[in-house]
């Protein structure tokens, strides 16, 4: 069993930066992606950001230019910079990872969600 815990989140003014981290642990086999979702209220839970072993990051168009999802394989850890915040980035993001136990197993798993609120 892998656990991701969040930390970050927050209230922050328009046009301000903050990041997002993200630390897996447990019975970790080999993480392949971490990304990036957020749920804003009334919306569905959307894909931010993905960052894949061997693969350019991915961001969704909204966040493009602003949004950098890195990785630290050492620490396990995905982080989102989330720059020239806007009032529409408020949600609930949260974080996820795909660990591959084996050739044919990949397990999901979802960290615990985090507020962002961006006011105006």
């Known amino acids: 069993q892998v656990q991701l815990v969040q930390s970050g989140g927050g209230l922050v003014q328009a046009g301000e930066s903050h990041r997002l981290s993200c630390a897996a642990s447990g019975s970790i086999s080999s993480l392949i992606s971490m990304a990036w979702y957020r749920r804003a209220p009334g919306k569905e839970r959307d894909l931010v950001a993905s960052i894949t072993t061997g693969e350019m990051p991915h961001y969704a168009d909204s966040v493009k230019g602003r949004f950098t999802i890195s990785r630290d394989n050492a620490k396990n850890t995905v982080y989102l910079q989330m720059e020239r915040l806007k009032p529409e980035d408020t949600a609930v993001y949260y974080c996820?990872?795909?660990?591959?136990?084996?050739?044919?197993?990949?397990?999901?798993?979802w960290g615990q969600g985090t507020q962002v609120t961006v006011s105006s």
């Open positions: 996820f990872a795909d660990d591959r136990i084996s050739d044919t197993v990949i397990r999901n798993y």
